[in-house]
């Protein structure tokens, strides 16, 4: 729903806007940081595709709702595993949010890519090659959710159930754009995403493998 | 001692030159007295204006006499006056008859159901009547009939003699009247009211009255040929009706039609419409084109003539049509809102006012900028994404032969994301639109309005420091226009930002808070207000949020 991407959400002051990054970051930091085998070449990799992923999406804001990271979630989430995958949807909405904007929606928008991030390391991870057609299904699914997540930042009390559902309706042809818009990333970019963390994650594990063997033998 | 001759001649020449040049030099001023919504008229030294007041207590209605190069002649205020304040100025020409003689004389008629002759040359009262008041007075055209002057009134109509005053002749009437002119035909009074009741008044005082149609008569009848032409306003478009038949459908709001040589132009919200009545009335082209006021005609020594129409939406500026194909637009370097049209004077001065209250007067000499208008103006953005949908579609055709569904979603969605993604405001606005029309809405009427406003598009502002709501406007097609429109009369600030899905308001009169939100008929609008759409009878209600 465009409408609640920083348009008509309510105003937060700088303070409570300050305690949802806090929020945000910390739980981001939370998730990262469990033992590693090789934490610079997994920051490495986590920064790049953050950073790749929030650019893509300031690069993609003038057209409404086409949301690279709803793919980009599905795939992390599917590569990356549940606790990384949620890192990453909270680290690409903080960044690109700094550029676009910023406010009450983003921890709608965090929560909701972090689920959308889940998702894919719930349903898309099998035998470590990722299924296009379960990623096209959930391509739909999620990103129809995530729209309606999002339209919850324009509750307020003066919102009906009634006003609410008709906010919904009216963004039906966002949603289906956003939709659209998944789905096409996920035919063109996920593979080459997915193989590029794959890729990179085999790299990790044969350099560790030859890094322990030279402890061994040290 | 030649040198200084030569010298002072040059002086005299100069300023010589320099005084004609003040004469016919093109000026403007703002009035700052809210709206001008009727036709300046020139004399032959003077322009004469009217305007509508500020309504927020810090200027009454005036009228205004300025002489050719802008200095100020002579002005009058009614402090009593109420809103709209819409009934044209009348110029009346120095003659004799009931009552004896008068001088060149321009008549007034106020919204307070005052009506004023002064002297043209020097704004002096000649004489002044009262007519009744039903929360406004006159706001219909007055008319000329040989020695007398017709009011049309709220629930009635009067005549005067030009000389003094006096009251000739006074009818009632069963229905109340707004922006009702009268026409003069040879045996009786044409006049129509918010009924639409279409009455005829014998000069022996007998009445007729025939219905014409679920709607309001907002215009002076029209004599043709064919018979009388009515411009019924509908709830939410318009009917021409030609002696009580129906003949055309149009759109919203109709402006002041008029006729001449035989040719009737007509306009609403929509449409300038060309009739040609010579014999049987015949409906001759129509031409896409907002205007609601008045409509003139502009007369050239050669025996030919153009029809002017005020552009009433943002872009303001004149329609000067010929024909349905040859038309442009006239742009000022003001424009906004118009409602007026414009005054012409002789060696080609016309005269320019417009709802942000600014008087331009203008030369021959004069060029302002045209938009010409030949057709519409190509979406080429449209075109372009629609070309790269066909071909999306046509590439993916064989893997829809061939039953490859990741080919066929591949080379499909890019081009269905691309035709969406730069069409969405008009998608989605058509979208909304069929979602409107599926919803009955609960409808924000209060009854503690005046009963005029109903079937008007109505303006609700619920600032910190109480309730502010105008009602009585019409011709708007969005929350935007409709809101802009109400603050302006109101003397409301606005402050508007802009984001993807249109501009939304900052701030009302300096209240920021935590934003605006409003409703239309009780119902919380969804788009920006640029797109979201108004009906002819909204209700638009501004909260915060």
């Not at chain 1, 709803?70 to 680290?91: E, S």
């Amino acid at each position: 729903m465009v409408l609640a991407s920083g348009t008509h959400g309510p105003l937060l002051e700088s303070g409570w806007l300050l305690a949802i990054q806090v929020v945000l970051i910390t739980t981001a930091f939370l998730l990262l940081t469990k033992p590693s085998q090789n934490p610079r070449r997994e920051v490495l990799l986590l920064s790049s595709i953050v950073l790749f992923t929030a650019a893509l999406r300031v690069a993609m804001e003038p057209l409404p709702n086409v949301q690279p990271v709803t793919m980009a979630c599905l795939v992390a989430g599917a590569r990356l595993g549940l606790r990384r995958g949620v890192a990453f949807a909270i680290m690409v909405t903080l960044l690109s949010n700094m550029v676009i904007s910023d406010g009450w929606w983003t921890l709608f928008q965090a929560s909701g890519w972090a689920m959308v991030a889940a998702a894919g390391a719930k349903f898309l991870n099998s035998e470590g090659v990722l299924n296009m057609r379960n990623l096209l299904y959930l391509s739909v699914v999620t990103s129809l959710l995530f729209d309606w997540w999002v339209s919850l930042s324009i509750i307020d009390s003066g919102t009906t159930f009634s006003d609410f559902m008709l906010y919904l309706a009216n963004g039906f042809i966002f949603d289906l754009l956003h939709i659209f818009a998944t789905m096409t990333f996920a035919m063109w970019l996920a593979p080459a995403l997915s193989d590029l963390i794959s890729e990179d994650a085999t790299l990790t594990e044969s350099v560790l493998a030859v890094g322990e063997t030279d402890v061994v033998l040290g | 001692m030649r040198l200084v001759a030569l010298t002072l001649a040059l002086i005299c020449f100069t300023s010589l030159v320099s005084a004609h040049s003040t004469v016919t030099d093109n000026w403007e001023k703002d009035l700052e007295n809210g709206y001008i919504s009727t036709a300046p008229l020139v004399t032959e030294h003077l322009v004469i204006v009217r305007t509508s007041g500020t309504w927020d207590g810090s200027g009454s209605p005036h009228v205004f006499a300025f002489d050719f190069s802008g200095e100020p002649v002579w002005q009058i205020e009614n402090p009593h006056a109420l809103h709209n304040d819409l009934s044209p100025l009348l110029l009346v020409t120095k003659g004799q008859g009931c009552g004896g003689t008068w001088q060149d004389m321009v008549i007034i008629a106020w919204a307070d159901g005052k009506v004023q002759a002064l002297d043209v040359a020097t704004g002096t009262e000649q004489w002044s009547a009262q007519t009744e008041v039903d929360t406004w007075g006159i706001t219909g055209s007055l008319a000329l009939d040989g020695d007398l002057v017709v009011v049309p009134t709220r629930q009635g109509l009067s005549t005067y003699c030009l000389a003094d005053g006096t009251l000739q002749q006074r009818v009632e009437l069963n229905q109340l009247g707004w922006r009702n002119g009268v026409t003069v035909s040879d045996d009786a009074y044409l006049l129509g009211n918010e009924e639409g009741v279409l009455n005829t008044i014998y000069r022996n005082g007998t009445v007729i009255s025939e219905s014409i149609g679920d709607g309001k008569i907002r215009h002076a009848p029209l004599l043709t040929n064919a018979g009388i032409l009515i411009h019924l306003q509908t709830k939410s478009a318009s009917e021409i009706f030609i002696n009580g038949e129906l003949f055309l459908t149009a759109g919203p709001s109709p402006a002041m039609p008029v006729i001449y040589n035989n040719q009737v132009y007509l306009a609403t919200s929509e449409d300038f419409i060309f009739l040609d009545c010579s014999l049987e009335c015949e409906n001759v082209g129509i031409t896409p084109f907002h205007s609601n006021g008045e409509i003139a005609i502009q007369e050239f020594d050669d025996g030919e003539w153009k029809v002017w129409a005020p552009q009433n939406n943002p872009e303001g500026g004149w329609g000067v049509f010929t024909t349905t194909e040859d038309w442009m637009i006239l742009q000022s370097p003001n424009d906004d809102y118009a409602t007026a049209a414009p005054g012409f004077g002789s060696d080609g001065i016309y005269v320019l006012g417009n709802d942000k209250g600014i008087l331009m007067f203008y030369t021959s000499q004069h060029n302002n900028s045209v938009i010409s208008q030949g057709h519409e103006d190509l979406d080429y953005i449209f075109i372009i994404t629609t070309l790269i949908l066909l071909v999306s579609i046509l590439a993916s055709a064989p893997a829809f032969i061939f039953h490859l569904h990741e080919k066929l979603l591949k080379t499909l969605l890019p081009g269905v994301v691309i035709f969406m993604a730069f069409n969405i405001t008009m998608i989605s606005t058509a979208w909304s639109g069929y979602l409107s029309e599926q919803i009955e809405p609960e409808g924000d009427w209060d009854d503690s309005w005046s009963e005029e406003w109903k079937g008007s598009q109505v303006v609700v502002f619920e600032l910190p420091e109480g309730q502010i709501v105008f009602g009585g406007l019409s011709g708007h097609k969005t929350v935007e226009s409709l809101t802009d429109d109400a603050a302006f009369r109101v003397g409301i600030l606005i402050e508007k930002e802009t984001f993807d899905s249109g501009e939304w308001i900052k701030s009302i009169n300096g209240h920021e808070g935590a934003g605006w939100e409003f409703k239309i008929d009780g119902e919380r609008g969804l788009l920006g207000i640029s797109e979201a759409e108004v009906t002819s009878d909204s209700v638009i209600r501004w909260y915060p949020a």
